[in-house]
């Protein structure tokens, strides 16, 4: 049975704050196969094309066949935990301030046997699964997680260690102006986060939504103007020593392309709140968010980015909004080198085409934005890395993956 | 899996000049520096010129980024035959079993096998971290417990399968530190008694601290010619019976309850013309208790799953019944890296020319030496064994 967690006390000013460490995360390349399905949230090993031999550790060649055809493919993660000891001493900096540190041999269903993280509530000699994630230093590994649910389960210290459940952490949503930041305070609030600090630009001025957000449990509307850098930094200064998770909801999307697009007003304000404010916003928080990675239960966790699928491949319908969106992307990727000193995980949720005004020519599918809000919370919950939420975000992903240069086309028609 | 031809024998080859550089438990000094005293002590109490040595056996984790090769030029040595064997637990053996078939096909005359490492103060953290890739990406990221981890599920598995108790390697290790009371330069050379082992902090469940060897620096080195050689030296020497290797065996058991020993034993003891109830007394490789009971059952001294009883039925003290790890074994002497491969050896080789460091076990004529090393992922991948003898 898993202890729930207690909601931690008010910080002592005058303790230390503990600094962040990461366990090794030198991969060889291929094992890095196990990487790309942890940031999803799949349960991926290789598997032969020639002899269907599951294979685990990654290898460069069939241990049955010799075969170099073994591409990491979805696996069955039942199997039976044969054999568990509890590590006292480690040689390394961040498992020895966190022993003692269960770990196990798992026999997989599907054939090979993985040493995995043991979750409390996974005992030797019982069924269990595993389940790919992030550690700290952004490689995977495998955690084995007891059959069926328990209660409290996110609550395990060692799966805590590679999720960022929001549970009594303290969140900052961007910009609450739109349907989607309100969405994202209303989920925040309902999985339990200590406080959600809602960002809004020119308080002033009304907005349909507004009364519904200030009576969201644990909403604290706060200023921000996502394109002023005095104020980000200001809002940083206040309360960014008390921001778990960062969300960015501010958005900027208009129709148009590039050559049929007069001028450039309107692309240098995409730049400015989505880009220019996400740099904004990174620089402002980032540091602190590096510096308190392992500060106790409600450590700092996570940077959220929501990014328009076409991102990925652009859609000229929404030409210049799909540029400004990738340039955002790479940004994201920068980021994640740049906090993963702290584990801090860079979230990036990539969304089709959303049930709001400024998508109102578009058919469906659509996504509601407290689908996209529910999405963000599990994906957290998850400790994933890349979330597609939604049948079009869906869609691309499957395409780009089969042939770019086909989905390039078909995005122009 | 045997090939059905059957092994030449390794008359008229022995090995000879059993050397230990004393250990120390850290060493400012390279791995080279440690090569280069054995390489001296060889030479300056057999009478030979460096040059005299024409083939060369090395092994060492801490050498890098030197291989054999290099070593050769740092030293001043021209061997026409030269290997360099980084196999941890299995180097002294197989350096053995080579340099023997070397000597014997005439490719070389006097073949130094020398076993060295130091030891740092964060040299046993660096080494743990990079040991393979599969530790790399598979291992040392769970927990970061090292040998002692990957052990400690072995041994749990070998406990809840076979009805094995911490008494039982209790026991082992309490029999080597007596044997180890007499060696000079043991890291641990205080009697151990069962409270102290029961109560020891523990490491990894069910690996307490008595469990483990003390990672240290140091070397042991030995000779390898033809029986004439030696005797032209004036060098008492041991006959080489039989010998056996094995890496990756048994692949697909879920867990390591025996190693290739179990496969390849019989050859080893027809090509000896012995059997287990022959040998005077036995060196395994002793990482870890579980592992020298692995070995007892593996090489035939009992059946598999009665290593528990078998324990309990015998003293394993040098004056005792079924005398094991003669000089105590590196649970006691401690781990100079790929030395602890040679240990064994070069202990029996003591014994079996009546020159203990330590306490002699009476009417040792012959004996059984086995290695083992390893751990790539999450099991010991070699394993080998030799019979020796004395020389008539």
């Known amino acids: 049975m898993t202890q729930p967690l207690v909601r931690p006390k008010r910080k002592n000013p005058l303790q230390r704050t503990r600094l962040p460490l990461s366990p090794q995360g030198v991969r060889s390349r291929t094992a890095h196969g196990l990487t790309a399905a942890a940031a999803e949230g799949r349960f991926a090993l290789q598997v032969c094309l020639d002899c269907d031999a599951v294979v685990y550790p990654p290898r460069d060649a069939c241990p049955s066949c010799l075969s170099a055809r073994i591409p990491f493919r979805d696996v069955d993660p039942s199997g039976t935990l044969i054999a568990e000891t509890t590590v006292q001493t480690s040689t390394d900096p961040y498992f020895r301030e966190r022993t003692p540190w269960r770990v196990g041999t798992v026999k997989l269903d599907a054939g090979p046997v993985v040493v995995a993280h043991l979750h409390g509530d996974a005992v030797e000699g019982a069924r269990v699964r595993l389940e790919l994630k992030l550690d700290k230093s952004g490689s995977a590994v495998a955690i084995a997680l007891p059959e069926k649910d328990t209660p409290n389960m996110a609550d395990d210290p060692h799966l805590r260690e590679m999720t960022c459940d929001p549970k009594f952490r303290r969140v900052l949503v961007t910009d609450g102006r739109t349907p989607v930041g309100q969405a994202m305070a209303q989920a925040f609030s309902d999985t339990g986060a200590a406080i959600v600090f809602v960002g809004l630009a020119d308080a002033w001025k009304p907005f349909p939504g507004l009364d519904g957000l200030r009576k969201v449990e644990r909403v604290e509307i706060v200023p921000l103007d996502m394109t002023d850098t005095e104020s980000v930094t200001e809002q940083a200064e206040q309360n960014g020593a008390r921001i778990d998770i960062v969300v960015n909801t501010a958005e900027h999307v208009r129709s148009g392309g590039i050559v049929d697009r007069h001028g450039l007003t309107v692309a240098r304000e995409e730049m400015d709140v989505r880009y220019l404010g996400l740099m904004r916003l990174a620089q402002a928080f980032g540091p602190i968010l590096r510096f308190r990675g392992a500060d106790g239960v409600n450590s700092a966790a996570a940077f959220v980015n929501l990014l328009s699928v076409h991102a990925l491949m652009n859609w000229p319908t929404y030409g210049s909004y799909s540029a400004t969106e990738a340039a955002c992307l790479s940004a994201a990727q920068c980021m994640r080198a740049e906090l993963r000193p702290g584990g801090v995980k860079v979230l990036n949720v990539f969304f089709g085409p959303l049930e709001t005004e400024w998508f109102q020519t578009v058919p469906p599918p659509k996504v509601a934005p407290a689908t996209l809000a529910n999405a963000v919370v599990r994906a957290l919950r998850q400790g994933t890395e890349d979330a597609f939420v939604g049948d079009v975000a869906e869609d691309i992903r499957q395409r780009l993956a089969v042939n770019p240069k086909a989905l390039e086309r078909e995005m122009a028609s | ?392």
């Not at chain 2, 002793?286 to 009992?302: A, H, K, T």
């Open chain 2, 1 to 392: 899996m045997t090939s059905g031809a059957t092994r030449k024998s390794y008359d008229g080859v022995v090995a000879c000049l059993p050397v230990t550089i004393p250990y120390r438990r850290y060493s400012t000094n390279s791995a080279h520096w440690w090569i280069g005293r054995a390489l001296h002590e060889l030479t300056k109490r057999a009478g030979l010129r460096p040059k005299d040595i024409d083939g060369l056996a090395v092994s060492s984790f801490t050498v890098g980024p030197d291989t054999a090769v290099g070593l050769t030029q740092h030293f001043g040595l021209s061997p026409r035959w030269l290997d360099h064997i980084p196999f941890g637990g299995a180097s002294g053996i197989i350096a053995l079993r080579r340099a023997a078939r070397a000597v014997q096909a005439g490719d070389a005359h006097i073949v130094a096998c020398v076993a060295a490492d130091t030891n740092h103060v964060d040299s046993f953290r660096k080494t743990l971290s990079t040991f393979s890739r599969f530790a790399q990406d598979a291992v040392y990221p769970y927990g970061s417990g090292g040998a002692n981890a990957s052990f400690a599920l072995i041994t749990k598995h070998y406990m809840n399968t076979y009805g094995a108790k911490r008494e039982d390697f209790a026991k082992l290790c309490i029999a080597q530190r007596d044997n180890a009371l007499s060696i000079p330069h043991a890291m641990m050379k205080r009697k151990l008694t069962l409270d102290e082992y029961m109560s020891a902090r523990p490491i990894a469940d069910p690996i307490h601290l008595f469990d483990c060897v003390m990672p240290c620096a140091g070397a042991e080195a030995l000779l390898v010619c033809r029986e004439d050689t030696a005797r032209s030296f004036n060098l008492p020497a041991v006959r080489i019976l039989s010998t056996i290797e094995r890496h990756n065996a048994f692949a697909t058991d879920p867990m390591q309850v025996r190693g290739g020993w179990a496969l390849d034993a019989g050859e080893l003891w027809s090509m000896a013309g012995l059997t287990p109830e022959d040998v005077d007394f036995v060196q395994t490789y002793d990482d870890y208790p579980v592992i020298s009971v692995m070995q007892l059952e593996d090489l035939g001294f009992c059946a598999k799953g009665e290593g528990p009883d078998f324990v309990r039925s015998h003293t394993f003290t040098n004056d005792g019944t079924f005398p094991h790890n003669t000089s105590g074994g590196q649970l006691s002497v401690g781990q100079a890296g790929a030395a602890g491969g040679f240990l064994g050896l070069v202990e029996a080789m003591r014994q079996l020319t009546s020159q203990p460091l330590g306490s002699q076990v009476p009417d040792a004529n012959s004996c059984l030496v086995s290695g083992f090393g390893m751990i790539n992922y999450d099991r010991g991948l070699s394993s080998c064994a030799a019979i020796l003898a004395r020389v008539a």
